[in-house]
């Protein structure tokens, strides 16, 4: 089993940024795809980002692109996801997950292990 921890959530203004970064508790993880998650209340689960194992590939989905980055370093085991120009439909339980089968991204149905998550409010 895999062990992640989220971090760096809070509350931040409209146009502020974050950097969320996500801990492994196995160095096995980082030699996996990894992919950042959000949950906001009623609402499903989405996907936002992932990166294969060596960060050579990113993947974004529309509504962050361009504002959000998304990295890892290897050698500390941690995800990070870097936020800026936030806007209030950021607001969300942020999670990260990892694709224990593959090292690039290629499904969203294909992460688990989920982290217990961190807060992200964007409001004035």
């Known amino acids: 089993q895999v062990q992640l921890i989220e971090s760096g959530g809070g509350l931040v203004q409209p146009g502020g940024s974050l950097r969320l970064s996500c801990a492994a508790s196995?160095?096995?993880?980082?030699?996996?795809?990894m992919a950042w998650f959000r949950q906001a209340p009623g609402k499903e689960r989405e996907f936002v980002s992932a990166?294969?194992?060596?960060?050579?590939?990113?993947y974004y989905i529309d509504a962050v692109r361009e504002r959000f980055k998304v990295s890892r370093d290897n050698a500390k085991s941690t995800l990070y996801l870097q936020m800026n120009g936030l806007k209030a439909e950021d607001t969300a339980v942020y999670y990260c997950?990892?694709?224990?089968?593959?090292?690039?991204?290629?499904?969203?149905?294909?992460?688990?292990?989920w982290g217990q998550g961190t807060q992200v409010t964007v409001s004035s």
């Open positions: 196995r160095r096995t993880v980082t030699n996996k795809a």
């Open positions: 990166i294969s194992w060596n960060g050579a590939n990113t």
């Open positions: 997950a990892v694709d224990l089968q593959n090292t690039d991204y290629v499904a969203p149905g294909l992460f688990g292990s």
